[in-house]
């Protein structure tokens, strides 16, 4: 036992080193692609200082979403050299069942699942929007808290009224600029308030630079201008923070926006929901990837070269990253639940690599 013990402990630190590698080598391939991209976009605001910063500002992001392939990668490296070298075979003849190698290799990804959520939650949302908007200032283009449309958000919503409320931009989240808010009844507009600033203030909004336009039906539209006005407003510093792109939210946020989004439109399922049912399968995701590449190893193509597994193994990453942006896609365009569409192909690839390991 004290033998098999030893030779889990060896097999793991092998496999963990062969994951950490192969992350470091796409993180770095793929930030070496992402800066010869961005010399293309050099002008006298950009310099090649700036591409750099812009390079290792989305790295956090890159290497959250290459995680999964460093998984399949690294272990089928970390199993083919330890067959190649006769390491395994030694740990085969004390002991290690084929199902303890599996064991040990899905121990081994749990590290994975620890740096996925410290990324998601702390890194990423404090970097990636900061980077693209730098970028977009430099650049001299539209930042991507702006849109030529402006974000549109509902506020409330009554049997007979509703409001709307349209930013053009927004800084922190507490401070919009050009907000305007849209009041209709009985289907019909009656009223606008365009403000040049909006501060979050207790349980609605401080505008300042006002022009308040009534249109009630059967009345002339009247116009009038105030230095400040004080709304009440359902809309928070939290909501408007969610109209970030998905990948830049942590699971809190991501909750808000699926709690308002029920709460006011008819549309169920969004990116957001679906970004969440992806952030809390990723321990299965990686999972799956290491027993993909188990049966990669000890399956049926226990008789393949090294190289010709790191080629499969490439090129199976690539097909289930497929596999999964369709599902994905499929879910927002016909409306059912995302987490089938986030857990259909793990399970469909967990049956194949379960059904190839028990092949030899």
Same mark, same amino acid.
């Given at each position: ?117 410290? /990324?998601?939650?702390? @890194?990423?949302?404090?970097? !990636?929007?900061?980077? #693209?908007?730098?970028?977009? &200032? +430099? *650049? ?65 909004? /401080?505008?300042?630079? @006002?022009?308040?336009?009534? !249109?009630?039906?059967? #009345?002339?539209?009247?116009? &009038? +201008? *105030? ?134």
């Amino acid at each position: 036992m004290l033998f098999v013990s030893g030779a889990h402990r060896h097999l793991c630190l092998k496999i963990s080193a062969g994951i950490a590698g192969a992350l470091a080598l796409l993180v770095l391939l793929d930030g070496l692609f992402i800066f010869i991209a961005e010399l293309t976009e050099l002008t006298g605001g950009y310099t090649i200082v700036g591409a750099l910063a812009y390079t290792a500002g989305v790295a956090p992001h890159r290497t959250l979403l290459l995680l999964p392939h460093a998984v399949l990668l690294g272990t089928v490296w970390s199993i083919s050299q330890l067959q190649m070298s006769g390491e395994l075979i030694g740990m085969r003849s004390i002991g290690l069942s084929k199902m303890g190698v599996l064991r040990t290799g899905l121990i081994a990804v749990v590290g994975c699942s620890a740096l996925a959520f410290v /990324l998601s939650e702390a @890194v990423v949302p404090a970097t !990636l929007h900061a980077t #693209e908007n730098q970028r977009a &200032e +430099r *650049l001299g283009r539209m930042q991507p808290d702006e849109s030529a449309e402006g974000h549109w958000l509902k506020d409330r919503q009554g049997r007979q009224s509703s409001t709307f409320v349209h930013i053009a931009r927004w800084s922190d989240a507490r401070i919009l600029n050009d907000a305007s808010w849209f009041e209709f009844r009985d289907g019909e507009l009656d009223s606008v308030v365009r403000a040049e600033q909006a501060e979050h203030r207790g349980d609605g909004w /401080l505008l300042r630079g @006002v022009r308040r336009q009534r !249109l009630r039906p059967g #009345e002339a539209p009247t116009t &009038e +201008r *105030l230095d400040t006005l004080q709304i009440r407003s359902a809309i928070t510093p939290e909501i408007i923070r969610t109209t970030a792109v998905p990948d830049q939210l942590t699971l809190n946020e991501l909750l808000d926006f699926d709690r308002y989004q029920r709460r006011t439109s008819e549309v169920e399922y969004g990116e957001h929901i679906l970004m969440l049912m992806q952030r809390l399968a990723m321990p299965l995701q990686y999972g799956v990837m290491a027993l993909l590449a188990l049966a990669f190893c000890l399956g049926g193509a226990i008789r393949m070269r090294g190289a010709g597994r790191i080629v499969l193994a490439i090129t199976a990453g690539l097909i289930i990253e497929l596999i999964q942006d369709i599902a994905a896609l499929s879910s927002l365009a016909y409306q059912y639940h995302p987490g089938i569409a986030v857990a259909a192909p793990l399970a469909v690839l967990g049956a194949l690599g379960i059904r190839e390991l028990r092949r030899v």
